[in-house]
């Protein structure tokens, strides 16, 4: 592994594997009495948060946590756009304290990147703007290996919010790498331009992005990123794009239903979909925090390959 | 040694497992752990091995030190060490704990492995068993069961081969 996860972009499909073997032994620990061990027993891990976050934020503490790591949350919630001069401010202060790892959420594209630049502590992308958010992809393809033994050859379908999402971009990177088949959905204002040239197929019909398909990931409507109208009301938009179980149904009857969270019911998914047989979506989050202890670990200690 | 040698130390140790545990009370409350890697297959053998005397069958379970080693996060000289699945599928609570290996030498191995099988749990003892006992030690740790003492120098390096991982069984001391 490389210093720094700063994307799926950066990983080699080995490494891709790696992570999720190493998830494997780690989802173990999460089930002993006694659910930590000492591996990171005097290093300091830093969770930086630029933006609002439940789950990821979270699902860091706790694998941190699980791992004997000292752990410290910054949350800078914050409505206005921070300037890069800010955050390489804060940078630096953190880094004068020498913690071993920062992991950091932050609204624009590219700040872990720049941290990663600057900080001889290791960094971690909780997530950066409409780019990357690798430890959701890998959590997902943990999921999706979990109950279908395999990633190579699945249609994956990904139906939302195309245009503001780093889910998507990771999840594309990382699919495409370990061969998967991926179809994106979404009205023609939320498809990003040239989206196909990530290996994808493009389409604006929920019907044929979902038909036989083994996995099927929302994405959330970021209404805090739009600045427009992207379509004309929230109940148009779940007539056109939402997923219904009659949706479902043209799936593979073993279908799994995923969201990496915060869902928005009645705009993107049906609640009967999101708490129905298919729904994995619970699942995910435990498997998170598994896969995010794996990236600790692998990053935490030994050396740059 | 050879495969006809380390099968007949593994009877041995099996049949010295049966004798310290005489009563029905003390039978019962046995439990085998195999440190990964090549502890694992000895720890099935030995239980093969009394099943095959008695009939009863012993619990094995299989536990992965890496996440507690000493060494993990001191020396930054390549890759992480892969971790594997540690899988206990018994409560070891109250057991008596036979934690197998292949070669005792450091002791630090043991020591990470008592660790890690404390937070599973309060076992009313816990023994070891080693197929070879090379020394060299460098913590207060001593075997309850050895296959065998194989004197070496600090030079040499003990190669345990075992047929499920390495396709045939046989002890070897390499010059390094």
Known sequence: MKKDLLGIADLSRDEIYLVLDTAEAMREIGQRPIKKVPTMRGKTVVNLFYEPSTRTRTSFEIAEKRLSADTLNIAVATSSVLKGETLVDTAMNIEAMAPDVIVLRHASSGAAHLLSRLCRSRVINAGDGMHEHPTQALLDAFTIREHKRRIEGLKVAIVGDLLHSRVLRSNVLLLTALGAEVWVCGPSTLVPVGVERLGVRATTSVDEAVKDADVIMMLRIQQERMQGAFFPSVREYFNTFGMTMARVARARPDVIIMHPGPMNRGVEIASDVADGPFSVILEQVANGVAVRMAVLYLLAGGAED | ?176
């Open chain 2, 1 to 176: 040694m050879d495969a006809g040698r380390m099968s007949k130390s593994l009877a041995r140790i099996a049949h010295e497992i049966l004798e310290r545990s005489a009563s029905p009370a003390d039978l019962e409350a046995l439990a085998l752990v195999g440190i990964r890697t090549r502890g694992v297959p000895i720890a099935r053998r030995i239980a093969a091995a009394i099943h095959g005397i008695n009939g009863h069958d012993i619990p094995t379970g299989a536990l992965d030190i890496t996440l507690y080693r000493d060494d993990l996060m001191r020396h930054a000289v390549g890759p992480q060490p892969l971790i594997r699945r540690t899988e206990i599928p018994f409560s070891i609570d109250d057991k008596r704990i036979l934690l197998v290996d292949d070669v005792l030498y450091t002791g630090r191995t043991i020591r990470a492995a008592l660790d890690a099988l404390i937070d599973f749990g309060r076992p009313k003892a816990i023994q070891l068993i080693v197929l070879v006992d090379r020394g060299h030690r460098e913590l207060p740790i001593k075997a309850d069961y050895v296959g065998k003492n194989l004197p070496t120098s600090l030079s040499q390096s003990v190669q345990v081969r075992l047929t499920e991982i390495d396709g045939r069984d046989e002890v070897e001391i390499q010059e390094s």
